[in-house]
């Protein structure tokens, strides 16, 4: 899994780019691939507020790094204890930091770069991913084994209301979490760190109470969770696990068995819906084989990426307007820091 490290920085740079042709007569040309190293030596997540891009660096990490959209570093948020999961409000306007070595949430304006707000998390230890539904800032948390939970903050009060362990079920560590950009009412939740793995699909009321409304049979997701996403409608649900070696697609109503896979070889890493819901990002961290693929809903596969270092899990995010992806990467050794890949999005 790991014979791709040894690389150099050289070689790297060469076999780091676009290829094209996985399927013949489908995948377009597009510019060329970019790749900036950032002052972070690990990472952790990555988001696009459209003219600026936010990735943080972990757990061991104090900083936020700020990029343009072509991704040339332009700002810092610093001094924060662990960063890792990012969320952005539906304006665009509003950074969410999980700050789960803090048990805390910080606020950051997306503009000023300013703090906004800082929310305790309590007795939601350790929260490790955010989704947001409306007025509610949903929380994975959890620091030990059979431990997890989630959180919600409802940013309708003034001041905010927390509350915790508003899931009737126990997770084995803090949850990922997915909603849903037009459809308040549903959230996902995987298990991660277990195999098989689990998804737990959850209604929403007004109230902001969740209702357990399914969960996939046994071992239909697959071992060793790394990352789901919804569509925006909330109708699709996506999974990236360590095994099968493929991105797959559920219904919503019904997690039984996949309505279309991605085929991105094995380990699979991330993965990440369009805005629009047309397009899929996936990634994997096979060997000298390509890292981050584009498909089309129907696993039509478009483009597809070498990075030349190791994915983030979960590390993949759209720009607004589709036309580029983002790949955070890190050098398993340490001997090289972390790096930002804009991706372009070929043409239709």
Request: proline share 7%.
């Amino acid at each position: 899994m790991h014979l791709r490290r040894s690389i150099s920085l050289a070689a790297a740079a060469l076999t780091a780019g676009l290829l094209t042709g996985g399927v013949p007569g489908q995948a377009l040309a597009a510019a060329a691939p970019t790749a900036t190293p950032l002052p972070l030596s690990t990472v952790a997540d990555v988001v696009s507020a459209g003219d600026r891009v936010f990735v943080s660096g972990g757990r061991s990490a104090t900083d936020v790094v700020v990029t343009s959209a072509a991704g040339a570093v332009v700002g810092t948020l610093s001094d924060l204890p662990g960063p890792t999961d990012l969320l952005l409000s539906a304006d665009r306007r509003t950074l969410y930091v999980a700050l789960p070595t803090a048990n805390a949430i910080a606020a950051f304006d997306t503009g000023s770069l300013v703090e906004s707000a800082r929310y305790d998390t309590g007795a939601g230890e350790c929260p490790s991913s955010l989704a947001l539904t409306g007025r509610y800032l949903w929380f994975g948390y959890g620091c030990d084994q059979w431990g997890g939970n989630i959180g919600r903050i409802d940013l309708g009060r003034q001041p905010a209301r927390l509350s915790t362990g508003v899931a009737s079920e126990d997770f084995y560590n803090a949850p990922l979490l997915a909603a849903a950009s037009q459809n308040r009412s549903v959230l996902l939740a995987g298990q991660a760190s277990l195999s098989p793995a689990s998804v737990y699909a959850y209604g929403i009321s007004t109230a902001g109470a969740l209702t357990l409304l399914r969960t996939n049979q046994f071992s239909a997701v697959g071992s060793n969770l790394r990352d789901i996403a919804l569509d925006p409608t909330g109708a699709t649900l996506y999974t990236a696990a360590g095994s099968p070696p493929l991105v797959q697609a559920f219904p919503f109503a019904d997690i039984t068995s996949p309505t279309a896979t991605y085929a991105t070889g094995p380990y699979p890493r991330a993965v990440e819906v369009s805005r629009t819901g047309t397009q899929i990002a996936a990634g994997a961290d096979a060997a000298y084989d390509p890292d981050v693929f584009l498909f089309s809903v129907d696993g039509t596969e478009l483009a597809r990426y070498e990075l030349g270092d190791e994915l983030t899990a979960g590390g993949l995010a759209w720009s607004p307007n589709g036309a580029r992806v983002y790949a955070v990467t890190s050098d398993w050794t340490g001997a090289r820091p972390a790096t930002l890949h804009v991706l372009p999005v070929p043409a239709a």
